[in-house]
T-cell receptor
């Protein structure tokens, strides 16, 4: 597609439920990133996929968070047993080419009640 | 450790004023990349500029200009003749070579009043 697409745009869930957030990167981009934006913590890196390499998971805040990227394209970020502190905007970005510029989607706003 | 500091939390100007957004970064690496992104009220982060650590040339794009100074570890952003549409949150960010992950500053909220 023309840009990075994320779905859903908004998600409201109850504490303890699992949620899945989806990201469709720009076609042909080999790298995909997840970030989280919250009032208290600003913009934080979560995880980074580059081609077929093992992902860099160094930013995942706990083992309740996981992500996968199928077929080198679409990615799903899963949060298990959601907590209120997981409420944030989850942003996905992709990049391709030598300049390493990350292009962002509009984000998924997650509210945990 | 790597860090990006945007000391100005909020700036308010009147349309047509010039405004400079400050960014100071910390890294011990010699190869790195600096970025500015704009986040309008719609929420999507919009890429503005990328600069690598070996290129200290200032850049101008229309009303936007960037001043990169390695001696002071700064990468400041100036908007000339600001417009209401420039109202947004602006983020400065850093990537260390080969790590891929953007390290963001806390952002500066710019309000341009008519």
């Amino acid at each position: 597609g023309a840009g990075v697409s994320q779905s859903p745009s908004n998600k409201v869930t109850e504490k303890g439920k699992d949620v899945e957030l989806r990201c469709d990167p720009i076609s042909g981009h080999t790298a995909l990133y997840w970030y989280r934006q919250s009032l208290g913590q600003g913009l934080e890196f979560l995880i980074y996929f580059q081609g077929n390499s093992a992902p860099d998971k160094s930013g995942l805040p706990s083992d309740r968070f996981s992500a996968e990227r199928t077929g080198g394209s679409v990615s799903t970020l899963t949060i298990q047993r959601t907590q209120q502190e997981d409420s944030a905007v989850y942003l996905c970005a992709s990049s391709g080419g030598a300049k390493n510029i990350q292009y962002f989607g509009a984000g998924t706003r997650l509210s945990v009640l | 450790a790597q860090k990006v500091t945007q000391a100005q939390t909020e700036i308010s100007v009147v349309e047509k004023e010039d405004v400079t957004l400050d960014c100071v970064y910390e890294t011990r690496d010699t190869t790195y990349y600096l970025f500015w992104y704009k986040q309008p009220p719609s929420g999507e982060l919009v890429f503005l500029i990328r600069r690598n650590s070996f290129d200290e040339q200032n850049e101008i794009s229309g009303r936007y200009s960037w001043n990169f100074q390695k001696s002071t570890s700064s990468f400041n952003f100036t908007i000339t003749a600001s417009q209401v549409v420039d109202s947004a949150v602006y983020f400065c960010a850093l990537i260390i070579s080969n790590t891929g992950k953007l390290i963001f500053g806390q952002g500066t909220t710019l309000q341009v009043k008519p």
